[in-house]
């Protein structure tokens, strides 16, 4: 054999076996990427499904005041649901730095509709999330 066709030889099966792990590491991101998102997916759908067995919960005339809207076990139950519905925008916040919109208008919808509990609880997230949240509000505010 002569020295080029060694070289190549040598230097074609590296390359075939560098791209196929390229490629197989690409398609894990992927595929990680679509289950998260169908996982979110499936949470922000259970949380949704709570709503509608609790309306009271999504209402913003009753949200606002929530602290005198409810009391006793429905407070508990109230800020439980609040609380549930922030944490997964904070989970979506924390895992896509730059949202997809479907994602931001839930993140609206949520943060505004909890936004009394919000504010009350804020201690609860990161700084970096508390912050996102206050500028969502205060966008919306100025519209």
């Known amino acids: 054999m002569t020295p080029e066709y060694t070289v190549i030889g040598t230097i074609?099966?590296?390359?075939?076996?560098?791209?196929?792990?390229?490629?197989?590491?690409?398609?894990?991101q992927k595929s990680e990427a679509n289950f998260v998102y169908s996982s979110l997916d499936k949470m922000y759908t259970e949380l949704m499904k709570t709503g509608v067995d609790n309306p009271d919960f999504r209402d913003p005339q009753q949200t606002i005041n929530?602290?005198?809207?409810?009391?006793?076990?429905?407070?508990?139950?109230?800020?439980?649901?609040?609380?549930?519905a922030m944490n997964l925008a904070a989970t979506v916040?924390?895992?896509?730095?730059?949202?997809?919109?479907?994602?931001?208008?839930?993140?609206t919808l949520e943060s505004?509709?909890?936004?009394s509990w919000f504010y009350d609880n804020s201690h609860k997230f990161k700084p970096e999330f508390v912050g996102f949240i206050k500028a969502q509000l205060v966008s919306r505010t100025s519209k």
């Open 12 to 28: 074609l099966p590296i390359t075939i076996s560098i791209t196929a792990i390229a490629i197989s590491i690409i398609t894990a």
């Open 66 to 84: 929530y602290k005198t809207s409810f009391s006793g076990t429905r407070l508990f139950a109230y800020e439980s649901y609040a609380f549930m």
């Open 93 to 107: 916040h924390d895992r896509y730095k730059k949202i997809h919109d479907t994602w931001n208008t839930i993140i």
């Open 112 to 115: 505004e509709l909890h936004k």
